[in-house]
Structures are given as C-alpha cells and as structure tokens.
C-alpha cells in the first residue's frame, strides 16, 4: 500500500463497505435487467431504452467498485451467493407494473445512497481520497437518476414547489 500512501489497516473497513456497495451494485444490475425484459405497457419504449441505459451504467460501476477494492490491495467478493447475503437489496419479481417498477428503483436508490454514503465515511477516516472521489461521483449521478425517474410518476398537474420570496 506504500505506492498509495494508505494504511492498509485503516482502509480494511473501506473495502468491507466497498464489498457490500459491490453487492448492491450486483442486485441492482440483475433488477434493471428484469424490469427492462419484463416491462409492459404504453410506458414500454420510454422504459425498456431507460432500464437498458441504467443497467449499462450499473455494469460499469460494478467493475469500477471492484477494481477500487483491488487497488486498496484487497479482494472483491465475486460470488452470486455471498452478493445475496451481503446486499441491502432484495430480488424483484418480473410481473411488476411499469409504476412499481419505478417505486421499486427509488427505494433501491435511497439504499444504494444510504451505503454509499456508509463508503464515503469509514474512506474519509481512512483518508481515502480516492474512494471518496469515485463515490461522490456515483452520489452524485444517481441524486439525478432519482429525480429523474420521480418526476415521471409525477402528474403533471403536481408541479414543483414554488420558490418562496426573501421577506
């Protein structure tokens, strides 16, 4: 770890929250996978083109999440089994309407937050800029997927909350 500067004691618990962020990041993936066969309806092409772009991205984060673990000189957990016990998120079945589909991503996306911001606290102990940068980054990009796909189950008649004028 002397090429990085990090204590490799210290970043132990940077790449057990990385390997719980990997296997959130694994059933995530599969999940998009899932909704983008399974989606029906007239919501289908919006859909089925989002969950293929998502999925894409996961894919990616996936590699980049076990690669930062390698880089801290550690091993990324690389097995189905060991992912379904490690993760904070739950498999979701195939028949789920279009607006299901979606509730079920934002709530895996306030999870996905909530670990990787579990990542970006035991990594700033460790000072781990690195990890940090990689992860603010995802934070990030994901903050606007949610908004993304909350505005549209929104009805267009809900609108957005009006600024409120300075006294």
């Not at 899932?34 to 293929?52: A, P, Q, R, S, T």
């Not at 498999?91 to 895996?108: F, H, P, Q, S, W």
């Not at 990542?119 to 990890?131: L, P, Q």
Request: aromatic share 8%; proline share 1%.
């Amino acid at each position: 770890m002397s090429y990085l500067g990090l204590d490799k004691k210290k970043t132990e618990n940077t790449v057990k929250e990385l390997n719980v962020l990997l296997a959130d990041y694994h059933l995530y993936y599969q999940k998009l996978r899932n909704f983008h066969w399974n989606v029906i309806g007239k919501n289908f092409f919006d859909l089925h083109e989002k969950f293929e772009e998502l999925y894409d991205d996961a894919k990616l984060k996936v590699d980049e999440i076990a690669e930062r673990i390698l880089t801290l000189r550690h091993q990324p957990t690389s097995n189905l089994s060991e992912y379904l016990k490690a993760s904070n998120l739950k498999e979701a079945k195939a028949d789920l309407t279009d607006y299901e589909m979606i509730e079920t991503l934002l709530k895996d996306h306030g999870i996905l937050l909530k670990q990787m911001r579990s990542v970006v606290e035991v990594a700033d102990k460790a000072g781990d800029e690195g990890t940090i940068d990689l992860i603010g980054a995802y934070i990030r990009e994901l903050e606007k997927t949610s908004w993304m796909l909350d505005a549209w189950k929104m009805k267009t008649t809900d609108g957005h909350a009006p600024v409120k004028k300075a006294k």
